[in-house]
């Protein structure tokens, strides 16, 4: 890929992530936004992080991670809001502690982000009572949909970096979407008996 090529696809792919946020905060922008809210989407993002730094194994082309488990949280108990925080706020902090600044780092909010937000806007479709199989089915869908977009945020970067390997970056697809797909099943069992516990101890907070 030429410079100017990969340039374009790397600022298409930033604008791109950038107004999908502007947007979504835009709809919300009338959205109660109590302090238990706003206190308990910091902890399930806080929560993602140390889960990201201490919770996940890190092998040579993939990451087998429960991280995900609070953007789920956030996502069933806030909609779309929840998810956009948890995604976007917990990825910033978990790429600066573990690599720093770099002149990639926006690229990897984009995957766990839109998870976020797509999870986000099922559950409130659903009214934040999915059934387990449909929880298995958007989980899956959304896990698929992530590790397609790590794989290219993946390629980009190490195209800009200059450590770029056909192996490395397309090598482990498949075991990386059976990962994601096998952690998809176990969240969706896992998740909803902790959003009913928080659920109990904040009475009150509204939903999106």
């Given at each position: 890929?030429?410079?100017?090529?990969?340039?374009?696809?790397?600022?298409?792919?930033?604008?791109?992530?950038?107004?999908?946020?502007?947007?979504?905060?835009?709809v919300?922008?009338?959205?109660?936004?109590?302090?238990?809210?706003?206190?308990?989407?910091?902890?399930?993002?806080?929560?993602?992080?140390?889960?990201?730094?201490?919770?996940?194994?890190?092998?040579?082309?993939?990451?087998?991670?429960?991280?995900?488990?609070?953007?789920?949280?956030?996502?069933?108990?806030?909609?779309?809001?929840?998810?956009?925080?948890?995604?976007?706020?917990?990825?910033?902090?978990?790429?600066?502690?573990?690599?720093?600044?770099?002149?990639?780092?926006?690229?990897?909010?984009?995957?766990?982000?839109?998870?976020?937000?797509?999870?986000?806007?099922?559950?409130?479709?659903?009214?934040?009572?999915?059934?387990?199989?449909?929880?298995?089915?958007?989980?899956?869908?959304?896990?698929?949909?992530?590790?397609?977009?790590?794989?290219?945020?993946?390629?980009?970067?190490?195209?800009?970096?200059?450590?770029?390997?056909?192996?490395?970056?397309?090598?482990?697809v498949?075991?990386?979407?059976?990962?994601?797909?096998?952690?998809a099943?176990?969240?969706?069992?896992?998740?909803?008996?902790?959003?009913?516990?928080?659920?109990?101890?904040?009475?009150?907070?509204?939903?999106?």
């Amino acid at each position: 890929m030429s410079g100017s090529a990969l340039t374009l696809a790397y600022a298409s792919i930033v604008i791109s992530a950038l107004l999908l946020i502007v947007w979504v905060a835009l709809v919300s922008w009338k959205e109660s936004f109590t302090a238990k809210k706003i206190v308990m989407i910091a902890m399930l993002t806080a929560v993602y992080v140390i889960l990201c730094l201490v919770g996940t194994i890190r092998l040579w082309w993939m990451n087998i991670s429960v991280a995900t488990l609070p953007l789920i949280i956030a996502s069933l108990l806030f909609g779309p809001v929840g998810g956009l925080f948890v995604g976007l706020l917990g990825s910033f902090l978990e790429q600066l502690l573990t690599y720093g600044l770099m002149a990639t780092t926006v690229l990897w909010l984009v995957p766990n982000t839109v998870r976020g937000l797509l999870l986000g806007f099922y559950f409130r479709k659903k009214n934040y009572r999915p059934t387990r199989v449909q929880l298995i089915g958007v989980l899956t869908v959304a896990a698929l949909i992530t590790t397609a977009l790590n794989t290219v945020v993946m390629y980009l970067d190490s195209v800009v970096q200059g450590y770029y390997s056909y192996a490395y970056v397309f090598g482990g697809v498949v075991t990386r979407v059976l990962a994601g797909v096998a952690t998809a099943v176990v969240m969706a069992f896992v998740a909803p008996p902790v959003v009913g516990l928080l659920e109990r101890t904040m009475e009150g907070v509204k939903k999106d």
